[in-house]
């Protein structure tokens, strides 16, 4: 049950923001604080939040449906998710720099589904 639900948490959010960042670059970027300067920005931010995001949230939309693909969902949640929250945890204490409440949101966010996937990841292992 807790897998299934932030699968689709994770589905949900990633889709969503992916989509978003997919039309609407400006978006994230504005978000991130991240001028776009040329062509090459927007596809980066396009690609980036967009593409890749959607992608991650696809592939926890199937995981969450189709019990073949639910390890491997929750192991890319752990991983991905968990990477993601050491990098910006990281950048955040080295940079010397002030973040926002978007850098802290996203931490929370990610440290909080990393380890709901870790808990069910090592439930499911258990049965």
Same mark, same amino acid.
């Given at each position: 049950? !807790? /897998?299934? $639900?932030?699968?689709?948490?994770?589905?949900?959010?990633?889709?969503?923001?992916?989509?978003?960042?997919?039309?609407?670059?400006?978006?994230?970027?504005?978000?991130? $604080?991240?001028?776009?300067?040329?062509?090459? @920005?927007?596809?980066?931010?396009?690609?980036?939040?967009?593409?890749?995001?959607?992608?991650?949230?696809?592939?926890? !939309?199937?995981?969450? *449906?189709?019990?073949?693909?639910?390890?491997? /969902?929750?192991? %890319?949640? *752990?991983?991905? *998710? $968990?990477? !993601? @929250? %050491? /990098?910006?945890?990281?950048?955040?204490?080295?940079?010397?720099?002030? *973040?926002?409440?978007?850098?802290? $949101?996203? !931490?929370?966010?990610?440290?909080?589904?990393?380890?709901?996937?870790?808990?069910? %990841?090592?439930?499911?292992?258990?049965?």
């Amino acid at each position: 049950m !807790l /897998g299934k $639900g932030i699968l689709w948490t994770s589905a949900l959010a990633f889709i969503s923001y992916g989509l978003i960042s997919f039309f609407f670059p400006e978006i994230p970027a504005g978000f991130a $604080g991240l001028e776009m300067t040329n062509g090459d @920005a927007v596809a980066e931010i396009a690609a980036m939040y967009g593409g890749l995001q959607t992608g991650f949230g696809l592939f926890c !939309l199937l995981a969450a *449906v189709n019990s073949d693909f639910y390890r491997a /969902g929750l192991s %890319l949640l *752990v991983l991905g *998710v $968990g990477t !993601l @929250a %050491l /990098g910006r945890l990281y950048s955040t204490m080295t940079s010397g720099d002030p *973040v926002t409440g978007y850098t802290y $949101g996203a !931490l929370l966010y990610e440290l909080a589904t990393t380890t709901l996937a870790s808990i069910a %990841l090592r439930n499911q292992q258990k049965n």
